[in-house]
Nanobody, 123 residues
Framework: QAQLVESGGGLVQAGGSLRLSCAAS????????MGWFRQAPGKEREFVAA????????YYADSVKGRSTISRDNAKNTVYLQINSLKPEDTAVYYC????????????????WGQGTQVTVSS
């Protein structure tokens, strides 16, 4: 059974950085585009970043573009999200998702989801 497990969240001051990880198991990792989404309290889940199957193409939401980097290590079955210059509005639960047939930038078409990791940015 496919499983995605996020880690790396925590409490950080504004201006700081975090590196989130998502470890996949039970699936052929390189056959899936991977994405990161987030959901703040009282808000809908939103797209943050996505990466293609081989890692050659990346996509970012405007809200994190220029201060985030998504990457993947297919040998380790892991996708990463580095976020720099964190802002209080980045506070959310961050989820990773796997999409076998499309770039993992949409909620509706993602095949698998992790349980999420909390990121809290203090001002």
């Amino acid at each position: 059974q496919a499983q995605l497990v996020e880690s790396g969240g925590g409490l950080v001051q504004a201006g700081g950085s975090l590196r989130l990880s998502c470890a996949a198991s039970g699936l052929t990792f390189s056959s899936y585009s991977m994405g990161w989404f987030r959901q703040a309290p009282g808000k809908e889940r939103e797209f943050v970043a996505a990466i293609s199957w081989g890692g050659g193409n990346t996509y970012y939401a405007d809200s994190v573009k220029g201060r985030s980097t998504i990457s993947r290590d297919n040998a380790k079955n892991t996708v990463y999200l580095q976020i720099n210059s964190l802002k209080p509005e980045d506070t959310a639960v961050y989820y990773c998702a796997a999409n076998q047939y499309r770039i993992a930038s949409t909620i509706a078409t993602s095949n698998y989801w992790g349980q999420g990791t909390q990121v809290t940015v203090s001002s």
